[in-house]
Each structure stands twice: as C-alpha cells, then as structure tokens.
C-alpha cells in the first residue's frame, strides 16, 4: 500500500488483496511502539457532535479483529448535545482509541482549546465528563498521567455537511488544529458518511478518483488550513457479523498511514 500524488488530484490507492489485508492487519495488532511511549500510541478522535468518532472507532475495532467481526461495544447515535459525554480509551493491540465528546457541545466554548491541550497532554482521567470539565493548566491539580498522552488526532467531519458549517465554527476549528499542530503531533481529517455524496459503489482503491469527494477535500483544506493529502474516508455502514472487506481496507489504509507517520516521528525524537 502507499499514497502519491497524481496529476488528476488522487493521492490514495488503497489497494490490498486478502492476504495483504491479513498481513497489515497482524502488522497493525503487533506493532511494537517506540520506546518513549509506552505500550501504546494513542489516537484522540476529535470533532463535532454526530460527526462519527464513536462509529468510526466501532469500525477499527472491526477492522482491526483477526476475523473481522463487527464489534459495536462504543455508543453510537444522534443526541443534539452529543451522545458521548466522557473521554473513554478503547484498545486494539497497541492502538488505543480516544472517543471525545463533540467539541461544540462543550459546556465552555471559550475553554475548548484549554481541553484539547490537556487531554492533548495525557492530563484528563481516562473516563472524565468532558461535558462538564472545567480545565485547569495547572499541573499540580491535573498531573500528566504518561500513558495517556496523545500521539496521534483523527479529526472526524460528516463529509456530506463540512459547506453547512459555519465560518465561526471553521475558525474555532483551525484554533483546534493549530494547537495538535504546535505539539507536532500527527493529525489527519477523516470524513465519514461519504456515501451520502452518491459515490457509486466502486472498488475502494478508485475512491479517491472521485471528483465529488476531491471537491470537498479541497474545499476542507481551504478553510480549515489542513493538507488535503492528510485527507482520507472511512465507511461507518456495516450490517452483519462481518465487516464488509472494502470498508475494513479504507479503515486499516488510514491506520497504516497513521501509525507509520508518528512512528517515524516518534523515533526521530527518541
Ligand atoms: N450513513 C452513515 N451514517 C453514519 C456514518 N458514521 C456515523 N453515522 C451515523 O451518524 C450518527 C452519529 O454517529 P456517532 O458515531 O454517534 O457520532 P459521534 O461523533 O460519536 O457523536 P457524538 O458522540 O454525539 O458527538 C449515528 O446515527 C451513526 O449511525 C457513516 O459513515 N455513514
Ligand atoms: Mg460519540
């Protein structure tokens, strides 16, 4: 598997066979982290309410069982104040996921990027209410706990709504990357709901061709200050005990990517 950068703007192709799928599926489930973090790398799922952060960690969770089975143990569903309330890990081998709460369902707008920076900084309890944490950078009250410091952020947008959002809300947004990036940890976009857009079903490694869904990369790059090449989807639509093999490619190829990049980084600073 590997990305580049095409003249017609393609810059994914997921490509993978069953045993490929099999043999990145042991790679990701067996990766040895980088001495400076612990057991685990940990990837903070991060975005507005009803974006998909807790159903896309459902399907990693899929993507990554050796057999693929659907596994659905994160709460998923419409709730208007977001349905995740706490901050709450869910580990696959040495990937541990991060859900949040929607981050503009925050008690306190003005300390959302106070927020961020702590659970940033491994300093909120696994388990926290984020909807009614009050942070406090002062590390005495709030001391960093090491294996819950980030290393990795998905920013997940409802991919069929990112031109509904509001240029107030997009501001606030790229204060919150602004702060990942300074830390130089890893940040990628995920869009989930994809299929909302009316992309036929093709064959996974062609998604990206697809102009529509190019637009709106472009269009999030734009007003967000993200690059489009840190831009992937994943499918969150699964029925049945099994993990359909086109959507667990998407899910593992962001993982790949991911977990690839803070390592290299995370050994250049070791
Ligand atoms: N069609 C479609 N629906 C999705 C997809 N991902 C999530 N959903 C639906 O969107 C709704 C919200 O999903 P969640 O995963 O709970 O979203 P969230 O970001 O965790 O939401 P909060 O915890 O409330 O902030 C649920 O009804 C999901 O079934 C997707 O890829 N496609
Ligand atoms: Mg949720």
């Known amino acids: 598997m590997g990305s580049k950068l095409s003249k017609d703007g393609c810059f994914h192709f997921p490509t993978m066979d069953k045993r490929n799928l099999d043999t990145l599926r042991n790679c990701l489930c067996s990766y040895n982290t980088p001495v ?3 057991d685990c790398i940990n990837i903070l799922l991060f975005g507005m309410v009803g974006a998909g952060k807790s159903s896309s960690i459902n399907t990693f969770l899929s993507a990554l069982d050796p057999q693929g089975t659907t596994i659905t143990c994160v709460p998923t569903g419409m709730n208007p104040r977001s349905l995740t309330s706490e901050l709450r890990s869910y580990k696959a081998g040495s990937l541990k996921f991060w859900d949040s709460s929607g981050w503009n369902a925050l008690e306190n707008p003005d300390q959302t990027n106070q927020v961020l920076q702590m659970i940033l900084e491994g300093r909120v309890p696994n388990g926290t209410n984020l909807h009614s944490f009050i942070p406090d950078l002062d590390v005495a009250n709030y001391p960093v706990i090491p294996e819950n410091e980030i290393h990795g952020v998905i920013f997940i947008f409802n991919i069929d709504t990112t031109d509904l959002i509001s240029d107030d809300k997009m501001k606030a947004f790229q204060e919150l990357q602004t702060i990942v990036a300074q830390k130089y940890i890893h940040r990628v976009v995920i869009g989930t709901k994809f299929e909302l857009l009316g992309i036929p079903e093709k064959h996974n490694e ?36 099994q993990i359909e093999m086109k959507k667990c490619i998407l899910a593992l190829y962001v993982l790949d ?14």
């Open 36 to 38: 400076c973090c612990g």
């Open 206 to 241: 062609w998604i990206y061709e697809y102009k529509p869904l190019q637009r709106k990369f472009e269009q999030l790059a734009e007003r967000t200050g993200m690059d489009r090449r840190s831009m992937f989807v994943v499918s969150n639509q699964w029925r049945g005990g």
């Open 257 to 270: 990517n991911m977990v690839r990049n803070i390592d290299r980084f995370l050994k250049t600073v070791e």
